[in-house]
Each structure stands twice: as C-alpha cells, then as structure tokens.
C-alpha cells in the first residue's frame, strides 16, 4: 500500500500545528505542493481530504503574505533608487 505524505505526517499533526511565521517561503510552498499532489491523487479519504485542505489554505495564506512582505520590500527599494536618480537628475537643471 502506497501512503500518502498526509499520511506520512499524521492527518492530525498538519490540523493542529498551525503555520509558523517563521516558516521559510520554501518550506511551506514545498508542502502545499505535496498537499495539492496528494488531493489530486484522489486517494485520500474524506477526513484527511479535510484536513489537508485546511492545511493548504493555511500555507497558501502563509505564502501569499511572504510574498506581498517581499513586493512590499521591493517597491520601497525601488522608491528609494528612484528619488535618489531624481534628485541627481533635478541638481544638474
């Protein structure tokens, strides 16, 4: 019998430990992967289907906001570069 990586984890332990934020963007994309591999396999029975799409929202989420933080970041630096050439730029007029 082939076991699911939901298996693997325990149906109970992806529902009761919630994502941490300290979680690396990398980890958590890697476990929605197997999640959604997991639900698109279709061997998963009802309850742990449940479980582990609770799981996969709660690490989308957790994505998700890594990324608006890194958009976040990226817009500031941008801004920063962008009002330094433009103060370079107004000085020679």
Known sequence: MVRSHTEERGAEDSEA???????????????????VQDMEGGSLPLEESISAYRRGSELLRHCQG?????????????????????????AGQ
């Open 17 to 35: 430990s919630p994502v941490s934020p300290d979680t690396p963007f990398e980890m958590a994309l890697a476990e929605l992967e197997r999640i």
């Open 66 to 90: 890594q990324l608006a933080q890194a958009e976040r970041r990226i817009r500031i630096f941008e801004n920063g570069e962008s009002r330094d050439a433009g103060l370079d730029a107004g």
